[in-house]
C-alpha cells in the first residue's frame, strides 16, 4: 500500500531488509523505533552527502632506519576540505526587507548554511560574511549607520520545543528599507507519518534507502 518513495516505502523496504513483518503498521513499538531511526540517520545522511575519499596509500622506504608513514594522496586531501554535497533541491532563496537602524532580523526556519555571500541592488552588491564577534566589536566601538557591509549568523535559542531559530546581524546598522537576497542551504522537515514525502522528489528514493 505504501508510495513509492515515501516514509511508508522507506518503513516497508527497511522491513524487509532486517526481517521485520513486511507490513509496517504490525510493528510493536520498539521495531518501529528501530526502523525509524534508521530512515532519519539514513536521511540526514543524504541530505548532507559527503565526498568519496581515496585509499590511503603505503610510502616507501627510502633508506635504513626509515618508518614507514601512511601517504595521504592529494585527492583525499581535497576531498577532506570539501564540505557536504549542496542539493540543488535544498538551495532557497529568502529576501529581507530591511528597517532604518535595525541591525538584527529572524532568517527562516528552515536556514542550515551559506550558499554564497548576501546579494543588494546596490554599488557594490555583496555584503562580507563575517564572524558574530567581529560584527559585536565593531557594534560596540564603532556604531554606524550605512549600507550593510558586513554580516553573520547566531542561534537566537539553542533547542527545546522547537527549531532552533537563526537570525542575521548586519553592520553598518541599514540607513533604509533595502532588499537583500540570501541564498541558502534548507534543512527539511523530518519525515514521518504527517511528513511522507523526502526531499529530491521519487528520482532520489533509491539513493535514500541506499542510505538508510
Same mark, same amino acid.
Given at each position: 500500500?505504501?508510495?513509492?518513495?515515501?516514509?511508508?516505502?522507506?518503513?516497508?523496504?527497511?522491513?524487509?531488509?532486517?526481517?521485520?513483518?513486511?507490513? +509496517?503498521?504490525?510493528?510493536?513499538?520498539?521495531?518501529?523505533?528501530?526502523?525509524?531511526?534508521?530512515?532519519?540517520?539514513?536521511?540526514?545522511?543524504?541530505?548532507?552527502?559527503?565526498?568519496?575519499?581515496?585509499?590511503?596509500?603505503?610510502?616507501?622506504?627510502?633508506?635504513?632506519?626509515?618508518?614507514?608513514?601512511?601517504?595521504?594522496?592529494?585527492?583525499?586531501?581535497?576531498?577532506?576540505?570539501?564540505?557536504? +554535497?549542496?542539493?540543488?533541491?535544498?538551495?532557497?532563496?529568502?529576501?529581507?526587507?530591511?528597517?532604518?537602524?535595525?541591525?538584527?532580523?529572524?532568517?527562516?526556519?528552515?536556514?542550515?548554511?551559506?550558499?554564497?555571500?548576501?546579494?543588494?541592488?546596490?554599488?557594490?552588491?555583496?555584503?562580507?560574511?563575517?564572524?558574530?564577534?567581529?560584527?559585536?566589536?565593531?557594534?560596540?566601538?564603532?556604531?554606524?549607520?550605512?549600507?550593510?557591509?558586513?554580516?553573520?549568523?547566531?542561534?537566537?535559542?539553542?533547542?527545546?520545543?522547537?527549531?532552533?531559530?537563526?537570525?542575521?546581524?548586519?553592520?553598518?546598522?541599514?540607513?533604509?528599507?533595502?532588499?537583500?537576497?540570501?541564498?541558502?542551504?534548507?534543512?527539511?522537515?523530518?519525515?514521518?507519518?504527517?511528513?511522507?514525502?523526502?526531499?529530491?522528489?521519487?528520482?532520489?528514493?533509491?539513493?535514500?534507502?541506499?542510505?538508510?
Amino acid at each position: 500500500d505504501a508510495e513509492y518513495g515515501t516514509f511508508n516505502w522507506l518503513r516497508r523496504e527497511l522491513c524487509v531488509k532486517i526481517g521485520y513483518n513486511a507490513d +509496517h503498521r504490525l510493528l510493536n513499538r520498539p521495531e518501529r523505533s528501530y526502523v525509524d531511526s534508521i530512515i532519519e540517520s539514513g536521511v540526514m545522511q543524504f541530505y548532507n552527502a559527503a565526498y568519496p575519499t581515496v585509499p590511503i596509500m603505503q610510502e616507501k622506504e627510502a633508506g635504513e632506519g626509515r618508518v614507514d608513514q601512511p601517504l595521504q594522496l592529494e585527492g583525499e586531501k581535497e576531498a577532506k576540505r570539501k564540505p557536504p +554535497h549542496n542539493w540543488s533541491f535544498l538551495h532557497q532563496i529568502f529576501s529581507l526587507t530591511t528597517s532604518v537602524n535595525v541591525s538584527e532580523y529572524d532568517l527562516p526556519d528552515d536556514f542550515g548554511s551559506w550558499i554564497g555571500e548576501p546579494t543588494t541592488s546596490q554599488k557594490g552588491g555583496k555584503i562580507a560574511i563575517a564572524r558574530e564577534s567581529h560584527i559585536r566589536q565593531l557594534i560596540s566601538s564603532a556604531p554606524a549607520q550605512g549600507d550593510p557591509k558586513y554580516c553573520a549568523t547566531r542561534k537566537k535559542s539553542v533547542g527545546g520545543s522547537s527549531r532552533p531559530v537563526t537570525e542575521i546581524i548586519f553592520y553598518p546598522s541599514p540607513n533604509a528599507s533595502k532588499t537583500i537576497k540570501i541564498e541558502y542551504k534548507a534543512i527539511p522537515e523530518t519525515l514521518g507519518e504527517l511528513n511522507q514525502y523526502p526531499a529530491g522528489g521519487t528520482e532520489q528514493a533509491e539513493t535514500i534507502l541506499a542510505y538508510c
